[in-house]
């Protein structure tokens, strides 16, 4: 099915450990978005891309990284992994348009750093 | 910067219950708004959306109305079920933008 696919659904990491979150669009949307969701905290971004190759910091970025290599790919990097960054991160991509209503999420990561 | 507040807590109804939760923004420009719902192990899904001063959404018999006046967007609906059970989150984009900005999100619970 169409979508947006994220990888892996699930993830315990050791402090200090890194890990990539993979996703994947087959949509042909130019968006691309990484969101984190922390209890009662609503979705706060991490990063966004609109385009191969431009990648830009959204609210949260510090201790992530991404890359745009290609429309379809944008992974997002953990290096050095901390307590804080336990969360569920969601991918998510949109119409060129940027207007919302073009958006399309992944079913999510839950990270755990221990 | 561009903000969105819910109201707070969660909100627990019994099945045929009227639904409404409040969503008020903060927004520089004239911004498009959405509600989105998650259910459980689920990412979120548009629920509704609208796009200027007046527009009302409707999906699934909800509804929210685009208050420029008071900054709302309230969503209600007039008799919930147990399959409406989800987190509902309020957003915005600023019309030049491409980036949602979500409020805390509402955890409903409905009951049999």
């Known amino acids: 099915n169409a979508g947006v696919t994220q990888t892996p659904k699930f993830r315990i990491l050791k402090i200090g450990q890194s890990m990539t979150l993979q996703c994947a669009q087959d949509m042909n949307h130019n968006y691309m978005y990484w969101y984190r969701q922390d209890p009662g905290m609503g979705l706060k971004l991490i990063y966004y891309s609109v385009g191969a190759g431009i990648t830009d910091k959204g609210e949260v970025p510090n201790g992530y990284n991404v890359s745009r290599s290609t429309t379809e790919d944008f992974p997002l990097r953990l290096e050095l992994a901390a307590p804080s960054q336990t969360s569920v991160y969601f991918c998510?991509?949109?119409?060129?348009?940027?207007?919302?209503?073009?958006?399309?999420f992944g079913s999510g990561t839950r990270l755990t750093v221990v | 910067g561009d903000s969105v507040t819910q109201m707070e807590g969660p909100v627990t109804l019994s099945e045929e219950a009227f639904l409404t939760i409040n969503c008020t923004y903060t927004?520089?420009?004239?911004?498009?708004l959405f509600w989105y719902v998650q259910y459980p192990g689920e990412g979120l899904q548009l629920l509704l959306k609208?796009?200027?001063?007046?527009d009302k959404g409707s999906n699934k018999g909800f509804e929210a109305t685009y208050r420029k006046e008071t900054t709302s967007f309230h969503l209600e609906k007039g008799s919930v079920q147990v399959s409406d059970s989800a987190v509902y989150f309020c957003?915005?984009?600023?019309?030049?933008?491409?980036?949602?900005?979500f409020g805390e999100g509402t955890q409903l619970t409905v009951n049999p």
């Open positions: 927004a520089t420009g004239y911004p498009s």
């Open positions: 957003a915005l984009t600023e019309t030049s933008g491409s980036r949602l900005t």
């Open positions: 609208a796009t200027k001063a007046d």
């Open positions: 998510a991509s949109s119409y060129s348009t940027g207007q919302g209503y073009g958006y399309t």
